[in-house]
């Protein structure tokens, strides 16, 4: 970033016909200059290069921060979807890793800057469409992220009782659109398909004790079909071995320590783990050398206690691949999983599986498919890879349409976490200054940015909630947490979040 600085430092810009020596000046000079220019009676704000942004996630408040700080004179404009911003921040990351969401401090100081302006309960793609974005601004950046998930693709998979991670996630989360789930918790044995850290945020708030949850903001109704829930066993199923698994070492760490909870492996999964140890790089050994432990050695007496005395377990099985969902007789809901036993070709991280030909059948009566998230095209006129589901891009410039960018998971895939989501969001910001630094992308003409677009949106009846309404949103959230005991009660419908935000 700082490189970036010194090389806006040592340009001129053109805005509107006004020669802007040096846009690293503070607004007030900008607006000097541009007042005796060309623009006439047009304000800072209808000369300078105007960018809007997708979708409020980390993506989109990374790719906001750092075109801000890059340029003095960029506006930036956050459109999103609902009422109340953050993406996955406040939706996906796990109730009880409260740590993760201080990025939420730095997204709202970005949001506050005099630059940034944000707008959500605008659904772009069907209140307002990306062409009419484009007309309105110099640069549109997308930054939806992934909402849709990777299916199995195997029979039985709509049967009651299997659930995506997404959204089982979002149940637990309080995302409006999968508040209705109500997901059946009246069985003993859950399987959950795929071993990355979603599976394991997964299991670990079906094993959760209560009394761990109800101090976090994990929604109300959760809580509370969690702790009439009969769920005792959890597998974790994985097509590959344990070298290939996807989980890091912190999520299964907090597995292996999970209160009244005991580990169950297959020792057999580990035979030829050992002797590769040595040749895998440091994290993988690290995370490697943990699960061995937790599946092959005797722990001491107090860890033998501690485990002998756990009414819950949970434990990965490898090797396996879901191949259909089994049905009870009356074909209502699931009775169990049928799993293609593999074998591994190739060796290391990127060996692939390889069905054996054998099968095996997992009784039990939830499924989570937890094989990824995936991202969706929004509007017929961006390109969009439907094989990658991502929108191809170079260095976050859309192919074959100039003007349009990407960040986050919707131009690497889903894959990553916050910090890497930032760095790819500051690489499309870099890319997106240079070309406006190089002429490339053309920010002479004025662009009305969101006093056309707020226009359209109110002829269409679409009222945008601001940054201030979020934050009358946030207090009634942070109050009804309070009083029991929990950072927040998050509210849990669309309609109830506008009549906090306008009222
Ligand atoms: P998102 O966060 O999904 O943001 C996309 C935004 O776009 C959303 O606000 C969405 O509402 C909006 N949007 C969608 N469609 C439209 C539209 N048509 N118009 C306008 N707006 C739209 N990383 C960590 O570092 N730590 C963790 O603990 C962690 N936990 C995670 C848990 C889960 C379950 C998941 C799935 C991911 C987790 N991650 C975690 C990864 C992290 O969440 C991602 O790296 C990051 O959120 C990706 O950011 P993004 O902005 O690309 O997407
Ligand atoms: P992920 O890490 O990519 O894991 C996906 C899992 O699904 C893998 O085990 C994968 O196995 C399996 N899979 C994929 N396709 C499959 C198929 N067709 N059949 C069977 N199995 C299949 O994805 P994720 O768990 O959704 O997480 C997404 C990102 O968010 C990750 O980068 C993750 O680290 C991050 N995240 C971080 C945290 C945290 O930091 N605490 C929490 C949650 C999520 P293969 O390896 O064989 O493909």
């Not at 509370?224 to 769920?231: D, W």
Request: proline share 6%; hydrophobic share 40%; glycine share 8%.
């Amino acid at each position: 970033m700082e490189g970036t600085n010194k090389f806006i430092l040592n340009h001129e810009h053109r805005h509107c016909g006004t020669l802007i020596v040096n846009a690293g000046f503070p607004r007030t000079v900008v607006a000097v200059t541009q007042g005796i220019g060309a623009c006439g009676k047009a304000s800072l704000s209808s000369c300078s290069p105007k960018v809007c942004i997708v979708g409020s996630g980390p993506a989109g408040f990374y790719t906001a921060q750092h075109l801000i700080k890059a340029r003095q004179d960029v506006e930036v404009d956050i459109y999103e979807r609902l009422p109340v911003p953050f993406g996955l921040v406040r939706f996906g990351v796990a109730p009880d890793h409260p740590e993760v969401k201080n990025v939420i401090n730095t997204f709202t100081q970005t949001a506050k800057h005099s630059r940034c302006s944000f707008y959500g309960n605008v659904n772009v793609g069907k209140n307002v469409s990306i062409t009419e974005l484009q007309q309105a601004y110099h640069a549109v950046v997308l930054s939806y992220g992934a909402e849709g998930n990777r299916s199995m693709g195997v029979p039985g998979e709509d049967l009651a009782g299997v659930y995506s991670a997404k959204d089982f996630v979002g149940w637990y989360n309080g995302l409006p659109s999968c508040r209705e789930l109500s997901p059946d918790l009246s069985c003993e044995t859950a399987v959950i398909l795929g071993q990355g850290n979603v599976a394991l945020d997964v299991a670990r708030i079906l094993l959760s004790p209560i009394d761990i949850l109800k101090k976090t903001d994990i929604t109300q109704p959760a809580l509370e079909a969690l702790a009439e829930s009969q769920v005792r066993r959890v597998l974790i199923v994985g097509r590959r071995g344990p070298i290939q698994i996807a989980c890091t070492i912190k999520e299964l760490r907090e597995m292996v320590n999970l209160p009244d909870t005991r580990p169950d492996m297959v020792a057999a999964d580990f035979d030829a783990v050992k002797e590769a140890l040595k040749d895998l790089p440091r994290p993988r050994k690290r995370l490697t050398e943990l699960m061995l432990k937790t599946a092959l050695e005797v722990p001491g007496e107090k860890e033998q206690e501690r485990r002998s005395k756990a009414s819950r377990t949970w434990g990965f099985r490898f090797f396996r691949s879901p191949v259909e969902v089994l049905a009870e007789p009356s074909h209502s809901r699931i009775a169990g999983i049928r799993l293609a036993i593999n074998k591994l070709e190739g060796s290391g991280e990127g060996a692939h599986a390889v069905l054996t030909g054998e099968v095996e059948d997992v009784s039990c009566g939830l499924v989570v498919s937890s094989i990824g998230y995936k991202s969706l095209p929004i509007d017929p006129s961006v390109p969009f890879d439907s094989r990658k589901a991502i929108i191809p891009n170079t260095m976050g410039r859309v192919k074959q349409a100039a003007g349009l960018y990407c960040s986050g998971w919707l131009k690497t895939g889903p894959t990553g976490v916050i910090a890497t989501t930032m760095n790819n969001s500051f690489d499309t910001a870099r890319s997106l200054v240079e070309d406006m630094d190089s002429g490339t992308l053309d920010v002479s003409a004025a662009k009305p940015g969101s006093q056309s677009i707020s226009a359209l949106l109110e002829k269409r009846g679409v009222k945008p909630v601001t940054f201030s309404d979020w934050e009358k949103i946030d207090n009634v959230e942070m109050k009804k947490g309070e009083s029991s005991g929990k950072p927040r009660e998050k509210l849990l419908t669309v309609e109830e979040m506008l009549h906090v935000a306008w009222t």
